[in-house]
């Protein structure tokens, strides 16, 4: 049974890929959970409303943790975007946090943190900030900071990369040689260790990771064969095609893979030695190895279904933005004399102004969903103009359902691609 004094516990980035499993292990232990997400409006009775880039005094979190007995801290970015800095995420946030549960009284602060060495880049250099200046406070406070994290039940950046390459057909693809090491984790034993640490005495930094180094090699081949796709031959890419890809992302701003996990990944991502007795014996947790994981949840075809559309779903957005652009462009070249002989006789009138505004239309949908600007309005909005050109052309120009090359029929395909691309825009 869990302590009445201490069953309330704020999970911070409940909504995030490790925040929900801590949640959700927290909640099957018995305690209270409060969860701090980004929000507007009415937050739900279990949500506390936070938002770390604004809240950087620990008067900005008094009222929030009103009740709170444990914090969490799951919350973190790979990358930097406007006012979600490391810096404001990372360090300036959280420690406002800190300094606001020293002053209410909060019993215990958790922190998840992650392995790396804080010369890897911002993100794990602002992460070991905020735990040195977390464990210089009066707080009764725990580190932890894990190695490569994965799940069976779902996968985040660039594990979710590693898993798409594990599933291509016919060979897997490799980073490099493969053998660089990893000790990876499993979320649920990440989540078990944070239960545990919310009760335990032990406070300090801690480690958690498998139980023992593997090859990234041996890391991709026992996903293949989780997935149950045939075939184990490697086709290893060199890294300096990925370097070159990382760099370009880091441009960008988009990728599953940043410089700071692709440095991680090339050093080596294995803890101390003594790191996995260590944390057996605070918090009496002993994570699972890889293959025992994967042989207590066997993989269904949605597993196989992520991993495989991985490719292509961006695959698909950028085909569709190809589409609209030579739409737009038909629509302006489009010479009056080739829209009366389309039009013919029909209801339809003047054809002219109409597909110059289409042309105009298409090529602004097609702009916007290539900088990825609410892609879901965008894929919507093509979605309803491909219906309403459909029908209007399709009964006042039947013929054109049996044009040579398919004319108006292939958009009894558009349609369904635009919808798997509407649904698609949620991925990580």
């Avoid at 008094?62 to 990372?90: C, M, P, Q, W, Y």
């Avoid at 994290?149 to 057909?169: D, Q």
């Avoid at 919310?198 to 090699?217: K, T």
Wanted: proline share 6%.
């Amino acid at each position: 049974m869990i302590d009445e004094a201490r069953r309330t516990v704020l999970v911070v980035g409940a909504n995030g890929f490790i925040g929900g499993y801590i949640a959700a292990a927290l909640q099957r232990a018995g305690f209270r959970v409060l969860r701090g997400v980004r929000g507007s409006g009415e937050p739900h009775a279990d949500e506390r409303f936070i938002d770390l880039a604004r809240m950087t005094t620990p008067a900005d979190w008094r009222s929030t943790l009103a009740g709170v007995h444990i914090v969490v801290n799951a919350a973190g970015i790979l990358r930097e975007t406007g006012a979600k800095t490391f810096d404001a995420i990372h360090m300036r946030g959280p420690l406002a946090l800190a300094q606001a549960c020293v002053d209410v009284g909060v019993s215990r602060f958790v922190q998840v943190s992650a392995l790396g060495a804080p010369e890897d880049g911002g993100f794990i250099a602002s992460k070991h900030r905020f735990d040195d200046a977390l464990l210089a406070l009066p707080l009764d406070a725990v580190v932890l900071r894990p190695s490569v994290v994965y799940a069976t039940g779902g996968s985040y950046g660039g594990t979710s990369l590693l898993r798409a390459l594990a599933a291509l057909p016919g060979a897997q693809w490799l980073p490099g040689d493969g053998a660089w090491p990893i000790q990876p984790i499993a979320i649920d034993d990440i989540a078990e260790v944070v239960v545990a640490a919310c009760v335990a005495d032990a406070r300090g930094v801690f480690e958690i990771r498998g139980p023992a180094p593997m090859p990234l090699s041996e890391y991709q081949a026992r996903w293949r064969r989780w997935l149950r796709i045939p075939g184990t031959r490697a086709i290893h890419v060199p890294a300096s095609w990925i370097s070159a890809q990382v760099r370009l992302g880091e441009w960008l701003g988009n990728g599953p893979v940043g410089e700071t996990t692709w440095r991680m990944l090339r050093r080596g991502n294995v803890p101390r030695e003594d790191a996995h007795a260590e944390l057996h014996r605070a918090f009496g947790v002993a994570p699972r190895s890889l293959d025992a994981v994967l042989a207590a949840t066997p993989s269904q075809v949605q597993d196989r279904w992520h991993a495989q559309l991985y490719f292509l779903a961006p695959a698909l957005r950028w085909m569709i933005v190809l589409l609209w652009v030579l739409s737009g462009i038909a629509g302006l070249v489009a010479s009056d004399t080739d829209l009366r002989a389309l039009a013919g006789p029909s209801a339809l009138g003047d054809a002219l102004p109409l597909a110059r505004a289409a042309g105009v239309v298409d090529l602004a949908l097609a702009a916007l969903l290539a900088i990825g600007w609410k892609p879901r309005w965008i894929l919507g909005l093509m979605f309803a103009s491909v219906l309403a050109y459909t029908l209007v052309f399709g009964i006042a120009l039947p013929a054109l359902w049996l044009e040579p090359l398919g004319g108006l029929a292939k958009n009894l395909l558009v349609l369904p691609a635009l919808a798997v691309a509407w649904v698609l825009v949620d991925r990580r």
